[in-house]
């Protein structure tokens, strides 16, 4: 007689689906609310267009290496070192990292590169503070 077998499935819910959507996308727009409003404000202003056009192309930048890396680490493929994921957060693609952690339910369990990245979009979010609310005398 054998012994029953025990799943080790994550009870993620239906395949394809992100667990707790709607307060996912909840923060997920009020964490983008200050880098919008502050790379539109640059934008409108005269300042600099730079915020406006590396937020959405660094975004997909980040979605693409996020994609790439999973499907490198199911093939068992040379993988993106972290340090190239966290520099394109960096340098604003961590909306696009932040969607692409869900999308592909990939290095969302990992403490320290969440750790990382969690400082990384605290930065942007201090910086923004800082630009828009108190005119910049921080940074």
Same mark, same amino acid.
């Given at each position: 007689?054998?012994?029953?077998?025990?799943?080790? !499935? !994550?009870?993620?819910?239906?395949?394809?689906?992100?667990?707790?959507?709607?307060?996912?996308?909840?923060? %997920?727009? /009020?964490?983008? $609310?200050?880098?919008?409003?502050?790379? $539109?404000?640059?934008?409108?202003?005269?300042?600099?267009?730079?915020?406006?056009?590396?937020?959405?192309?660094?975004?997909? *930048?980040?979605?693409?290496?996020?994609? !790439?890396?999973? &499907? &490198?680490?199911?093939? &068992?493929?040379?993988?993106? @070192?972290?340090? *190239?994921?966290?520099?394109?957060?960096?340098?604003?693609?961590? @909306?696009?990292?932040?969607?692409? =952690? =869900?999308? %592909?339910?990939?290095?969302?369990?990992?403490?320290?590169?969440?750790?990382?990245?969690? *400082?990384?979009?605290?930065?942007?979010?201090?910086?923004?503070?800082?630009?828009?609310?108190? /005119?910049?005398?921080? %940074?």
């Amino acid at each position: 007689m054998s012994r029953p077998q025990t799943s080790t !499935r !994550r009870t993620t819910g239906a395949a394809g689906t992100v667990q707790h959507l709607r307060s996912k996308l909840l923060l %997920f727009i /009020g964490l983008c $609310l200050m880098p919008l409003g502050g790379a $539109l404000h640059m934008l409108l202003s005269g300042q600099s267009w730079l915020p406006a056009v590396a937020y959405p192309l660094a975004s997909l *930048v980040s979605i693409a290496l996020y994609w !790439r890396d999973k &499907q &490198q680490a199911r093939s &068992q493929g040379w993988r993106t @070192p972290e340090k *190239v994921l966290h520099g394109i957060e960096l340098c604003g693609g961590w @909306p696009g990292a932040l969607l692409a =952690q =869900q999308m %592909f339910r990939h290095k969302t369990r990992k403490l320290s590169f969440q750790l990382s990245f969690w *400082v990384i979009v605290g930065l942007h979010q201090v910086f923004w503070l800082d630009y828009l609310w108190f /005119g910049g005398h921080w %940074f």
